[in-house]
């Protein structure tokens, strides 16, 4: 039966895999990458310079445009469940046209393919339409958030203290209830603006991991609120895209 993983490669530094992840890179036959276009093309760059890095037997790359993906929709959801659908019926095909019966097959999946990726999601949405059979296993990384507090020399959590994960989006609705630090991603646009009155501590990084590595850190003013977005702003001009997240914090009493 074909065998398919799903590899968590890190944040961006080759020297995030696991030995897991190492060791399933060496099994597999075909690497499956989604194309995101000219302006993401460092993406695409990175996962073969490790594959160039850690694999020692014979393989192919197998290289798709990713579908499009409306990023301005009425309906928010709907339009994220159209492009999981397209996605999902891409993954199809590369399995179906791609992978033999016996051989593997692998995507690399920025980060760790449990945290904020729909990998997962659109594997089981394949294996649910029925059309082609397979068997998976799921690989850990680096998560993002992971790499983010190590770079910055601190803890996701305070002693006792509840951590939550969200989204630009959801954070704009207001503060969490009952937690102290939150971990945001997915925004893209600088939502902890509307946070700098609140006493709050901010650990912000983008491209962490990569050789264009950004750090900035202190307590949350509207000063370094402004510098963030500055910095923010000159890196997606330089390299086309950009890829942060951060954490706010409320020091415990």
């Given at each position: 039966m074909r065998k398919l993983y799903?590899?968590?490669i890190g944040a961006g530094d080759p020297e995030h895999l696991t030995v897991q992840a190492i060791d399933r890179l060496n099994r597999v036959d075909v690497f499956f990458v989604l194309d995101k276009g000219a302006e993401k093309s460092d993406l695409v760059r990175l996962r073969q310079e490790i594959l160039d890095r850690y694999v020692t037997r014979p393989y192919r790359v197998v290289l798709v445009a990713d579908p499009?993906?409306?990023r301005t929709p009425d309906d928010y959801r709907a339009a994220v469940a159209d492009w999981h659908a397209a996605r999902a019926a891409v993954y199809e095909q590369f399995l179906r046209s791609e992978l033999s019966p016996d051989s593997a097959g692998a995507f690399l999946v920025w980060g760790d393919p449990s945290l904020y990726d729909s990998t997962i999601a659109l594997i089981e949405a394949v294996l649910a339409r029925g059309n082609v059979e397979f068997e998976y296993e799921v690989i850990p990384g680096i998560s993002s958030i992971s790499a983010l507090v190590a770079r910055h020399r601190t803890t996701?959590?305070?002693i006792g203290r509840a951590v939550q994960l969200t989204t630009g989006r959801r954070?704009?609705?207001g503060w969490p209830s009952d937690v102290d630090d939150v971990f945001v991603l997915l925004d893209a646009h600088t939502t902890f603006d509307r946070f700098t009155a609140e006493g709050l501590h901010i650990y912000w990084g983008a491209y962490v991991g990569t050789p264009d590595e950004i750090l900035l850190s202190g307590p949350l003013?509207?000063?370094l609120?402004?510098?963030i977005r500055t910095v923010r702003a000159e890196a997606r001009?330089?390299?086309?895209?950009i890829m942060d997240t951060y954490l706010l914090r409320r020091p415990a009493a």
């Open positions: 799903a590899i968590g499009p993906r409306d996701m959590n305070q954070l704009a609705a003013t509207p000063a609120a402004a510098q001009e330089r390299h086309g895209w």
